[in-house]
């Protein structure tokens, strides 16, 4: 099951989950060339292997389990995978 970045990350992109990941899963980095023209950072779900070291390094708390993702965000479990199968 992997994590999801919601609503908060929006127009925030702190990427201090991006240090902290052991996969390389959260992108766009600072170093992609599509960092300026996304509003938000996404976890990819075939690549995160649930460690939760991202939650608690996010400002603004914008990162949940997917399980634990607030109703109203359900939307951005899609929005996720959706940027890495674009990617491909």
């Known amino acids: 099951m992997a994590h999801i970045i919601a609503q ?5 992109k702190d990427t201090a989950c991006v240090a902290v990941c052991p ?3 959260i992108h ?9 023209a996304e509003e938000m950072l ?12 991202c939650v608690d390094e996010c400002p ?9 993702l607030p109703a109203e965000w359900a939307s951005f479990i899609e929005r996720n995978a959706e940027y890495y199968t674009k990617k491909k």
Do not use: H, M, R, S
């Not at 908060?8 to 925030?12: F, L, Q, R, S, V």
């Not at 996404?42 to 070291?53: E, N, R, S």
């Not at 603004?60 to 389990?65: D, L």
């Open 8 to 12: 908060p990350c929006i127009n925030t």
């Open 23 to 25: 996969v390389d899963c």
């Open 28 to 36: 766009p980095t600072k170093e992609d060339g599509d960092f300026a």
């Open 42 to 53: 996404f976890i990819d779900p075939d690549t995160c292997i649930d460690c939760g070291l």
């Open 60 to 68: 603004v708390q914008a990162i949940f389990p997917q399980e634990d």
